[in-house]
Every structure is written in C-alpha cells, then in structure tokens.
C-alpha cells in the first residue's frame, strides 16, 4: 500500500477497479481526472487523455492545496479530495461518470444561484450584451473590435487563407478580443498582462489573473475551453448557466456554458468586489 492510498497496479474501491495514473498515463481515467482538476480551478492546459508534465504540474498543485501527499499520482485519495474540493458533486460526477467512486448527485451543471453581478460587471456586461450580432473574425489588426475599412478579413489556417467577407465599415471581434474589449469597459487592460488570446488567459503565465472553482463562479469570469481542432476558445461568464462571447459560427452572442469543455475558470483581480 502507497502513501497516496493504491498499490503500484490498482485498488478497490466501491466495487470497481481503478489504475493508479501516473505521468505517461493515457486513456479515459486521465481524461476524467484533468475534467476535475479543470472543475476544481487548477489548469491542466487542455484535456487530451494524456498525463503529461503539464497536467502532472496541475496534479500536484491541486494535491499541495489539498494538502495531501504530493507525489503526482493519481490514486483513490486524490479523486477523493477533489470530489470533497470546490468543484460540487454535481460537477464531479458529470466529469468522472462513477469511474472510481459513485458520487450519488445526478450528473447535471451545478446549479448556481449567480444573477446578481457587481455593479462594474453589470456595467461590462450590460456592453457586452449590446454588441450582440457583431460579426466574428479572427484576425489582427481587427480583433480587439476594429472597423474593417475594405470588408475584408484574411485569417491564415495551416498553409491556407480563410477570407471573411463582411461589408464595408463591419464593426468585428474574435473571441479574446471581445473579451478585452469588454473589460476595457471597466478600465482594465487585459493586454498589459499578455492577456491577448484565449491560451493566454487559459495558462496566466503572468499569474494575474485569479483560479475560480466551478461552484464559485460568478458573473465576469472568463471561462476558456478545452481546444477544438487545435483552436481554443474564451468566453465571459454572465450568470444563470450562461455566456456571453463571440463565436466563430454566431459572432457576439449568448449561450449555455458548454460545461463537458470546461478546461480553466479565472477571474480578474477586484472585478467582483
């Protein structure tokens, strides 16, 4: 028996068999465990079913917190702490879907009770809400809401060019830049922090940016996805289970939060004092 509560091949628990991950792991188990650590506020960089440096730093961050043996294994008492964590029941099971231990809430969102933001988000938000319908296109100098003097936007896309055609004098965002946009609306410059893309604000290498757990979140925090086809994505939390973002199909709207796709949650210093 380990420290961290498993043999060296595998433990019991709840009538069911479960590996102990190690760095290298691969397969479902890692997929389940880097969606809890994401649940629980600790950034794994992405949920690709590999137990890699980036996640094994996420693990042991999150067992540190937890103050349990840090030793980047994965075994029955880490799922446990991080099932007992921030992240609620809920959360977890709809995360592990009962691999190792049989969380006895349904597999729903958490249900928060969140309509009520800070005045200054009320205020980045209320923005935010009126630039719904404005178009999407990723490509700089246009991102941070520039007007496209000719109609034309060209992204490049492994080797090719993607041409966004929209009419002369469109008003356009990408995802991040609708996101800096909006809280320059509050007087901050995400821009400042090397805050200017959604792998920026997912890995805060800067570390200016706060780790929020799924059951605190709240009204203006930025919520980044785990990467689709290679391209992440980041979006504003506006409370009642929804976002409000710019998406590439939609241009500024809002929608559900996509919880399955969840990989970090973070909050801008002071935003929701």
């Known amino acids: 028996m380990k420290a961290n509560g498993a043999t060296s091949s595998s433990t019991h628990h709840a009538g069911r068999s479960h590996a102990m991950l190690c760095l290298g792991a691969r397969g ?29 730093a996420a693990l042991k ?7 349990i043996v840090v030793d980047g294994k994965a075994g029955p008492q880490t799922f446990g702490a991080l099932q007992a964590h921030g992240a609620t029941r809920a959360a977890v099971a709809q995360a592990v879907g009962g691999t190792s231990f049989t969380p006895t809430d349904s597999a729903a969102p958490p249900k928060l009770d969140d ?19 404005t178009k999407y296109a990723s490509v700089n100098p246009f991102r941070f809401g520039n007007v496209l003097w000719d109609g034309q936007a ?13 009419p002369k004098g469109t008003r356009v965002f990408d995802c991040s830049g ?32 706060q780790n929020v757990d799924r059951a605190n979140l709240k009204p203006g925090d930025l919520i980044t996805y ?12 506006a409370g009642n289970g929804m976002t409000i973002e710019c998406s590439g199909g939609r241009g500024v709207c809002q929608k559900p939060v996509n919880w399955d796709a969840v990989n970090s949650i973070h909050r801008v210093p002071g935003a929701n004092a």
């Open 226 to 237: 785990a990467p689709h086809n290679g391209v992440g994505h980041v979006v504003i939390y």
């Open 28 to 56: 479902a188990d890692v997929t389940k465990l880097q969606r809890m650590l994401c649940a629980a506020g600790f950034n794994c960089h992405g949920v690709d079913g590999i137990l890699g440096p980036k996640t094994l």
């Open 61 to 67: 961050r999150f067992q540190s917190h937890a103050r």
């Open 115 to 133: 309509s009520q933001a800070a005045p200054g988000i009320a205020g980045m938000l209320d923005w935010a809400k009126s630039m719904i319908g």
């Open 178 to 209: 609708f996101v800096v946009a909006a809280y320059r609306q509050m007087g901050v410059d995400l821009l400042k922090h090397g805050l200017g893309t959604s792998s920026a604000i997912r890995d805060n290498a800067q570390g200016f940016l």
């Open 154 to 166: 060209h992204k490049s896309e492994n080797g090719s060019s993607t041409v966004y055609q929209y």
